[in-house]
Each structure stands twice: as structure tokens, then as C-alpha cells.
């Protein structure tokens, strides 16, 4: 039985209250870019996936929106978000109007519900989500329904976070319980995305070192504070002296797919 270990009071929780986050300047960015977020934007993903052409991407759990207009930013694409947290889409339509992008780009909807999937069967060039689908037991159901909504020949993006290395050892523990984390080991990872009529492109570790996902949501005490400033020096030597991917310090897990035409 496919269980969520995760619900819309979780996720209302995380968000409620969250302030629409102004665009840090270059210095800032300097400054708190981890390199995840050079590794990915700039190295991995523009290897495999297109730019532009009116492509039409959606996110699913895209609450609070930030990642979808790095979608934007970087590729030029039609960015959707779907959620079933109101806080959550509540600060995402917020930052979606700051920049011109109206309310019909944010869905509120269950991902997994049959109307939802057939509502979007196989309306978008791509489909993404970035640490979703370890917040089920039995993951599978999920990523079939990413597929479902992604047309043939489409690119499917699925990260999820490896709080199984040092991270595990820094997470909170209603953190920790909310994430499935057999999944974060490489190979139940790739063996879950190996199916039918979906072609791999890629799938490792990726990020350097991201201190960041050990974080709580709310309040962080003790050790726990320390660690933003711990990440500022790893992300200024990391610019230097690039951090090996492995399973113990890697952040994240990476797949990227083609669906068969």
C-alpha cells in the first residue's frame, strides 16, 4: 500500500507566512549560491534538455514557486506549478504576479487524483518535480503519474534530496520521518525510474555540499544554526576546488528521462 508520509497540514505548516523573497543581488548570490545550484543550471541539465520554443513545463509540488522561474530564467519555458497546499500556492501566485505570470499558471490539485490526470494527460514537454516523490512510501504510483501528463518525446526531471550521508546526521527528526529514505540510495533510486517507454539520459549524485537540507522547517536551535554559515565557506572554496559527487556528502539525487514517442 503506497502511504504519504506527508499531508496538506505538513505542507501548510512549511509555508504559511513564508515572505516572497526579493531577487538576491550578484554579490548575495555569490555569497549563498550553493553549488547545487551551479551544477545544475549551468552544467547538467542544459546537456539534455532544449531551450525555449514555447514548451510548456509543470512542476509538481512546486510550492512556493522559486524554482519554477528558474525554469524560466534558464530554458525560456511556459512554467506551471501544481500543489495541494493553499499556503503554499498562496505564496507562489505572489511571486508568479511579480513578474506578470497570472493565477491560471498555478494549480491547486492532488497530482495523484484520476480527474488530475486526466485533466493533463500528456500536456507538457516536460515534467519536473524536486523532492517529491521521497515523501511516499511506495513511490512508483508517483512518478507513473509524472509520465501520464508528459507528452511523448518529453523530458522528465525528477530530483530528491540524500538525507541518508552526513545529512542524516544534522536532520531533524520530524524531518527525517517525513521522507522515504530507502530511495535515496543510487540503486533502489535508478531500479524505481527504470520503466517502460521512458529512456534514461542521466542519473547520479549531484550538488557538492548543500548544508541547507538539514534545516528544519521552522525554528532551528543549536547546532543547526550554525550550519548557513558553515555553507557560506563551502560555497566560496567549492568555486575553486569543485566537491567529488558521492553518497555521503552529495545533496541530491538527479534523474533526467525521455518519454519514447
Request: with cysteine.
Amino acid at each position: 500500500m503506497n502511504e504519504r508520509l506527508t499531508d496538506e497540514q505538513y505542507w501548510d505548516k512549511a509555508w504559511e507566512g513564508l515572505d516572497v523573497e526579493e531577487e538576491p543581488n550578484r554579490f548575495k548570490r555569490f555569497l549563498f549560491e550553493p553549488p547545487s545550484t551551479r551544477i545544475l543550471w549551468k552544467q547538467v541539465l542544459p546537456r539534455f534538455l532544449p531551450r525555449g520554443g514555447g514548451r510548456r513545463i509543470i512542476e509538481l509540488g512546486s510550492a512556493p514557486g522559486r524554482s519554477l522561474l528558474l525554469w524560466k530564467a534558464h530554458f525560456d519555458y511556459e512554467v506551471f506549478g501544481a500543489d495541494f497546499s493553499e499556503a503554499g500556492l498562496a505564496v507562489q501566485r505572489k511571486l508568479f504576479a511579480r513578474l506578470g505570470l497570472d493565477e491560471s499558471r498555478s494549480i491547486f490539485g492532488d497530482f495523484l487524483a484520476p480527474d488530475f490526470r486526466r485533466t493533463h494527460a500528456e500536456a507538457y514537454d516536460v515534467v519536473y518535480s524536486g523532492g517529491l516523490i521521497e515523501h511516499f512510501s511506495e513511490p512508483r504510483e508517483a512518478i507513473e503519474a509524472h509520465l501520464e501528463i508528459l507528452k511523448p518525446g518529453g523530458f522528465l526531471v525528477i530530483i530528491i534530496p540524500n538525507v541518508v550521508g552526513i545529512y542524516r546526521r544534522m536532520g531533524a527528526p520530524e524531518v527525517l520521518a517525513a521522507h522515504n529514505l530507502e530511495i535515496m540510495r543510487m540503486p533502489k533510486f535508478r531500479a524505481l525510474l527504470e520503466m517502460p517507454g521512458l529512456d534514461r539520459l542521466y542519473c547520479a549524485y549531484y550538488g557538492g555540499l548543500n548544508l541547507g537540507i538539514a534545516l528544519p522547517y521552522g525554528d532551528a536551535t543549536g547546532f543547526l544554526r550554525a550550519l548557513p554559515k558553515l555553507q557560506i565557506v563551502a560555497n566560496l572554496v567549492s568555486r575553486v576546488v569543485p566537491i567529488p559527487e558521492n553518497r555521503w556528502t552529495s545533496p541530491y539525487l538527479l534523474y533526467v528521462g525521455r518519454k519514447e514517442s
